[in-house]
């Protein structure tokens, strides 16, 4: 009988340490991207009254991917809620764009700690690599009403 309370210690051990577990994403987050292998850093890219820092992806597992964009200066009461990013998202191979795909993306603002980011979950073609990006801000009517961030090879995973 004695021994039987210490089969129970794997248990609880594992019970507690599950509690306290942070996902990859969460990891990320909380420490402003600085160890995402695969992030852009853009230099005073800026939309209506917030600048995009950094850019990146996270991959939980084989399916779930999010795009995450860093902001500063954000002001929640100064942004538009019909206002939308929209993304196009290029793949090129031998010097022709294929697999171009665009990406609608929510403006909303998830803070962790003093960082602030717009997550946005991917369902993508695009295996490795999006080789063009281009960001624009658009309305309601799908109009674009700021000029054009773009960067180039945003990795999609990073492990």
Known sequence: MGNLKYLWAPFIFFLITSCFLKSKTEIYLERGLDILDNV???????????KIKKVGVIREDNNNR?????IEDYKSSTIDNSLKIRLFAQKEILRKYHNSEIWDIEIDVFK???YKYIIH????????????????LINQSQKAISDTIKFNNLYLNND
């Open 40 to 50: 852009i850093v853009l230099n005073d890219e800026s939309f209506q009254n917030f």
């Open 66 to 70: 999010k795009l995450i964009f860093m």
């Open 112 to 114: 962790t700690g003093k």
């Open 121 to 136: 979950e991917i369902n993508t073609e695009i295996k490795n690599r999006v080789d063009t990006v281009k960001i624009v």
